[in-house]
């Protein structure tokens, strides 16, 4: 069965500090990888997605860049961090294929930016 | 944006009664999907209907799609203090998936 993990689950960083949140996905291969950031209270905002190793499509211009050195492996980066940039990080894959199919989680990472 | 909407917001309900939250949506679509987040959780999936259906069953979930006023709605019957949580609705263009706003139901016991 497939898995995914996403870490840290929390951090607290500094106005200015650097950014690395991964996700990895066990148990399958070539799967579609999303990146989505969810402010308090709010839905959810499609950040990046991958459909395979090095491409990367961007969906929100902003000071956030991932990347994806492996097959299974999603990386969320900041160079500087903003106070805009507190929320709740999502990581999320699905099978590879057009025209349809459900997204599988990770259980989140909560960034507090002071 | 391509995101859609969730009506109402905030849904309050006996236990035992039925919830009923609807979804807007913008733009054409392949399939629209229903997810369920417990407070500070991932998300879940659970339920898909294709843009050529239009009514959709799983145990106690009921979804309908008209994609003629680009609109879904769930029905959540006989509820239970454990269907507490938010529910989003999600569209898909070939590989974006894009969120609505969602509808957070309280179910009191």
């Known amino acids: 069965s497939q898995t995914i993990h996403q870490w840290p689950a929390t951090l607290v960083q500094p106005v200015g500090s650097p950014l690395s949140l991964e996700c990895t996905v066990e148990?399958?291969?070539?799967?579609?990888l999303y990146w989505y950031r969810q402010a308090a209270g709010r839905g959810l905002q499609l950040l990046f997605y991958?459909?395979?190793?090095?491409?990367i499509s961007s969906e929100v211009p902003q000071n956030l860049s991932a990347s994806r050195p492996q097959d299974r492996q999603f990386i969320l980066s900041s160079k500087k961090l903003l106070l805009s940039d507190s929320g709740f990080y999502l990581c999320?894959?699905?099978?590879?294929?057009?025209?349809?199919?459900?997204?599988?989680f990770g259980e989140g990472s909560r960034l507090t930016v002071l | 944006s391509q995101q859609g909407e969730e009506d109402p917001q905030a849904l309050s309900i006996q236990e035992g009664e039925n919830a009923t939250m609807n979804c807007s949506y913008k733009?054409?679509?392949?399939?629209l999907q229903w997810y369920r987040q417990n407070s500070g959780r991932g998300l879940v999936h659970l339920i898909l209907i294709r843009s050529n259906e239009r009514e959709k069953h799983s145990g106690r979930l009921r979804v309908t799609l008209d994609t003629s006023k680009k609109s879904s709605s769930l029905l959540i019957t006989a509820s239970r203090a454990a269907d507490t949580a938010s529910y989003f609705c999600?569209?898909?263009?070939?590989?974006?998936?894009?969120f609505g706003t969602g509808t957070s139901l309280t179910v009191i016991p």
């Open positions: 733009t054409s679509i392949n399939n």
């Open positions: 999320a894959w699905s099978f590879f294929r057009a025209g349809g199919g459900e997204l599988f």
């Open positions: 999600a569209t898909d263009a070939g590989n974006q998936f894009y």
């Open positions: 991958s459909v395979g190793i090095g491409q």
């Open positions: 148990g399958t291969s070539n799967p579609n």
